[in-house]
């Protein structure tokens, strides 16, 4: 029987004063050799501003693709953290991304979600910066500081500190000592490139289908990112969708057949799950629309050529440490999982096509994604009420002392010719191992001031 006076708070409380320890060990709430994880990271309002500060200002984060900013002058308003910045191109095509706040009293300087500017204009005082960053105009300048004049080029906009893309996503990062974009990503770059790669796996360009779908619901933003990493025991929760068929195929399911699925999880946090296709099978039949079925057989072969036996791997789903998350195989969708509170996270999915398919494809595409996933979606309705759940039980005054059981495949991983990574294969469906390594890089950046010490942490993987 359990024990009800058990505690899953570490070290977060000062075990003989029972008061807050400010200095408490992240690692503490995370064993992940036993598959037990304090249900406190998901609730504690301390917990969470320290994630604020240590994981989303030292972590790459994905903002914006290229195709929102295709034009100079070009903007379009995004989020790192608990920040809205300003993913842009400037008048030289050069791509910014900068915070979205007057650096004279904090206003917003951009108030619209997309949009075209040559300058970002303060609406509070007037101050006035160039879509290069650099301050312009202040209102009255040699009268007012004609006393105490400053150096208008050192009140910019404040930009990020390094900026990097990735098949026209764009990547941004506060932390100056944080490894290239390649190097953080590790060997789950090979699963995230394939993902945004088009259909046929060549390096022509995907395309995202119009604007963000934005919503908020009351769960941890960790929640989220864990479903996408590696849980695949999703038939419980999706059996009614299933029943429906609102597959691309029409007919039971809910998505074309990946194949045998193939779990990988690294030691930078990143989680993939894979879809190995036996020698030979096609892709599904997309009964509704016979130029989609044409389109994607077609270029299907043809990344055959490319790729060989390589070309049988398509990544299904993933997250990237810490809140972005990809469907790779239909739909093709990026979420990016911004946290707004211990208890509330706020959606934020696109969905892409390779650029140059039909438009009969395309169209086709963007009903069958927005029917899957989304506010909408009845896939994702689904997953919602699972998250939310699940962080309300971690407020619980009682429930709350009870760790969560994330045991399923401990000890299970091997190699794959194909795949990279720390591998999970079938009949363990069910491993959590992708999810163990998402908390114990979390547990890892928490408990570390600077990149060396997270480097330090990371080393032997597990």
């Known amino acids: 029987m359990t024990d009800i006076n058990k505690s899953a708070s570490g070290d977060l409380f000062d075990p003989q004063s029972k008061e807050r320890n400010l200095n408490y060990s992240a690692r503490s709430l995370v064993d992940i050799e036993n598959g037990e994880i304090s249900r406190y990271i998901f609730s504690d309002e301390q917990v969470y501003k320290d994630e604020i500060e240590r994981i989303f200002k030292k972590s790459w984060l994905y903002v914006g693709h290229e195709s929102q900013i295709k034009n100079p002058g070009d903007y ?5 953290g608990d920040e809205s910045v300003i993913l842009n191109r400037d008048n030289d095509g050069k791509i910014h991304v900068f915070l979205n706040t007057c650096t004279h009293r904090g206003m917003k300087v951009c108030r619209y979600d997309e949009g075209n500017t040559r300058n970002f204009v303060c609406p509070y005082h007037g101050w006035s910066f160039r879509n290069n960053g650099d301050l312009a105009i202040v209102p009255q300048f040699e009268d007012t500081y004609k006393n105490h004049p400053f150096d208008k080029k050192e009140w910019g906009l404040v ?4 900026i990097s893309t990735l098949r026209g996503t764009v990547w941004a990062t506060w932390a100056e000592d944080a490894p290239p974009l390649k190097e953080y990503l590790g060997e789950a770059f ?3 490139d394939r993902a945004l790669s088009p259909w046929d796996g060549s390096d022509d360009e995907i395309e995202l289908l119009g604007s963000p779908q934005k919503w908020i619901i009351p769960s941890n933003w960790k929640i989220v990112a864990e479903n996408f990493s590696g849980d695949l025991a999703h038939n419980i929760s999706h059996a009614s969708v299933d029943k429906v068929g609102i597959g691309t195929d029409s007919k039971e399911g809910r998505r074309d057949d990946p194949g045998e699925f193939i779990l990988s999880g690294y030691p930078e946090g990143h989680g993939i799950i894979f879809g190995l296709k036996p020698p030979g099978q096609e892709p599904n039949d997309y009964q509704t629309s016979p130029i989609t079925t044409a389109y994607y057989l077609e270029n299907w072969r043809r990344r055959q050529e490319r790729q060989g036996e390589s070309g049988r791997v398509n990544p ?3 997250t990237i440490f810490p809140n972005m998350s990809f469907h790779g195989q239909q739909p093709r969708t990026i979420l990016v999982a911004h946290p707004n509170g211990p208890g509330q996270t706020e959606m934020w999915r696109v969905y892409f096509v390779d650029k140059k398919a039909p438009p009969e494809v ?19 309705q689904d997953d919602m009420e699972n998250w939310n759940y699940a962080t309300s039980s971690c407020l619980g005054s009682v429930a709350r002392n009870f ?4 045991k399923a495949g401990l000890g299970a991983t091997q190699s794959h010719p194909l795949i990279p990574g720390a591998v999970t294969m079938n ?3 069910h491993t959590e191992e992708n999810v163990r390594r998402l908390y114990k890089r979390w547990a890892d950046v928490m408990d570390s001031s600077n990149w060396q010490e997270i480097k330090a942490k990371s080393k032997g993987g597990k």
């Open 316 to 318: 299904v789903v993933g």
């Open 427 to 429: 009949p363990a469906l």
């Open 76 to 80: 379009v308003l995004s989020r790192m």
């Open 403 to 406: 760790p969560f059981n994330y």
């Open 190 to 192: 090979f699963g995230l």
């Open 362 to 380: 395309k169209a086709f595409l963007r009903r069958y994604y927005t029917r899957y996933s989304g506010p909408a979606g009845m896939t994702e």
């Open 159 to 162: 930009e990020v500190a390094q």
